[in-house]
T-cell receptor, first 110, second 113 residues
């Protein structure tokens, strides 16, 4: 059965700092990987996705993620965060169903 | 398309009452997912459908929970009887095929008092 582990539950950064959120998954087959963002009081929205090809994928709002198959990882990065990036971030893996990690709450200090 | 539509947006009910949450997926999508979000447990998959057929309901917490998808444009999640520990935000999501992402509805915030 697939599972997703997000290492950081709560991250606090200052504006302009660099961000990296960890995500590891457990699944033996071909996977599709996602990062979603949830702003306070809102629903989940897709940031980026990986299905195949270039392991470095770029998403919206300057986010990117790197798929490292040997490490079963799909970490999310952003070189310079903004106050508006304050939100909760979810990593997800899909074979048929979609399983989410427990999320990382990101708080950006102005 | 208007996206995934859930109703009601908020529901407050008394313990023991029946609660029905509704979802209209995006037209043409074959997959429909029901999730529950709480602070303690995060985002849990309750059940998902493919072409209106329930594929995996192993996440449904107990027999008090049931879900149906009578046609491609409508699904319900029912809790009977409801309990305070069912209080959560319930999300419905849909997608077209495996190689695509799921699109989420706005959620239903359920409070059982």
């Amino acid at each position: 059965a697939q599972s997703v582990s997000q290492h950081n539950h709560h991250v606090i950064l200052s504006e302009a700092a660099s961000l990296e959120l960890g995500c590891n998954y457990s699944y033996g087959g071909t996977v599709n990987l996602f990062w979603y963002v949830q702003y306070p009081g809102q629903h989940l929205q897709l940031l980026l996705k990986y299905f195949s090809g270039d392991p470095l994928v770029k998403g919206i709002k300057g986010f990117e993620a790197e798929f490292i198959k040997s490490k079963f990882s799909f970490n999310l990065r952003k070189p310079s965060v903004q106050w508006s990036d304050t939100a909760e971030y979810f990593c997800a893996v899909r074979d048929d169903k979609i399983i989410f990690g427990k999320g990382t709450r990101l708080h950006i200090l102005p | 398309d208007a996206g995934v539509i859930q109703s009601p947006r908020h529901e407050v009910t008394e313990m023991g009452q029946e609660v029905t949450l509704r979802c209209k997926p995006i037209s043409g999508h074959d997959y429909l997912f029901w999730y529950r979000q709480t602070m303690m447990r995060g985002l849990e998959l309750l059940i998902y459908f493919n072409n209106n057929v329930p594929i995996d309901d192993s996440g449904m917490p107990e027999d008090r929970f049931s879900a149906k998808m009578p046609n491609a444009s409508f699904s319900t999640l029912k809790i009977q009887p409801s309990e305070p520990r069912d209080s959560a935000v319930y999300f419905c999501a849909s997608s077209s095929r495996i190689e695509t992402e799921a699109f989420f509805g706005q959620g239903t915030r359920l409070t059982v008092v």
